[in-house]
């Protein structure tokens, strides 16, 4: 199984691939995975990021011979001519790279377009030759699809995951797929036989903000002002500032009453994902919480009111923010 299997393929039988998301670190990661599979291996690898190096030389690289091997793997990087802010003035060079991935399924060389971007400009003759002639790889992920994905994404390449720690993972990276991965890789140096086991995230892998402030919420609601106000502390102490923090607990708070009164309504805890399109860890726990709606809206509120006051001026100290915490 290759990694572009796990996502929605075009045509995977044709070696000429456009990778399409906005996740620019998930495209990279697949397009190096793509690019180092077996069958490229004598390959020469070429990469040209447009922005930089410009169209010209593009071309000039998908039309010349190889000095060192009879086909070559060429990595395109910043493919703007496929968005809407393709400058006209380039319109030469547009028309010359149609005319050659109109033809490309025939070349002998494999090429490798990341096109991190939300949106592909339809309208233009050369994305609709790109789009018909490429196998399009879309890497859109929804968010309760991630652990999903993460899971495969380690088992191709030849890893084993426990769910805990697969849990804790995607915990620990805030469900972001490229924090994800990049955690994943810190895993993988620190792994003995390919295995990930909860244990070495725990010890490899630190409590995100997200994560520390939920910490916070939690022990406040539980009325643990102490360990509330200790873990506060070390948040302020390692440089996190008000402003940020309030924006985690407004986001956490806002979560919490959200699926409350989704969970009031009739949803059950699959609607209230999908409806939501956060990670389904996130529902559960909030559907755990036993806080009613009306003092999650109070806590809201005075949430909304410390963060204006801070950002207009009216409050400076961290005080203010730690007693909030102490009369959740």
């Known amino acids: 199984m290759t990694l572009l299997s796990l996502f929605k393929n075009t045509n995977n039988n044709n070696p000429q691939t456009l990778i399409w998301g906005e996740d ?4 990279d990661y697949l397009a190096h995975s793509y690019a180092h599979e077996k069958k490229f291996v004598e390959l020469d690898r070429i990469t040209v990021d447009c922005e930089t190096d410009g169209l010209d030389n593009l071309i000039a690289n998908l039309t010349e011979s190889s000095l060192f091997s009879s086909q070559k793997l060429i990595v395109v990087k910043n493919p703007f001519f496929l968005t809407s802010k393709a400058p006209k003035k380039m319109k030469k060079q547009f028309d010359q790279l149609e005319r050659i991935f109109v033809h490309i399924q025939g070349s002998d060389n494999v090429v490798i377009i990341i096109a991190s971007y939300n949106k592909l400009d339809r309208r233009k003759k050369l ?5 018909s002639n490429f196998n399009v790889v879309e890497t859109k992920i929804k968010t309760y699809e991630v652990t999903a994905i993460a899971k495969s ?22 469900q972001v797929m490229d ?3 990049s955690n994943y890789n810190k895993l993988k140096m620190a792994a003995t036989d390919n295995k990930i086991t909860e244990k070495l995230v ?15 919420l939690e022990s406040a609601l539980k009325h643990n002002y102490r360990e509330a106000a200790e873990r506060l502390d070390n948040q302020l102490r390692e440089g996190s500032n008000p402003i940020q923090l309030l924006a985690v607990f407004e986001n956490q708070i806002e979560l919490i009453l959200v699926v409350k009164i ?14 939501l399109g956060v990670h389904p860890y996130r529902v559960k726990l909030a559907l755990r919480n036993k806080i009613s709606v009306e003092k999650l809206e109070e806590l809201l509120e005075a949430a909304i009111k410390l963060d204006y006051n801070y ?6 100290a961290n005080n203010f923010l730690k007693m909030f915490v102490l009369n959740v």
Request: net charge positive; no cysteine; charged share 20%.
């Open 24 to 27: 620019s670190f998930l495209n």
């Open 127 to 131: 994305t609709k030759t790109v789009l």
């Open 153 to 174: 994404m380690i088992a191709a390449e030849g890893y084993t995951i426990s769910q805990p720690a697969l849990q804790l993972l995607v915990q620990r990276s805030d």
């Open 179 to 181: 924090t994800i991965l």
């Open 202 to 216: 725990e010890q490899n892998i630190d409590l995100s903000l997200a994560q520390n402030v939920f910490a916070i």
């Open 262 to 275: 989704l969970a009031k309504r009739g949803r059950n805890e699959p609607q209230i994902v999908k409806e």
């Open 311 to 316: 950002k207009n001026g009216t409050y400076h």
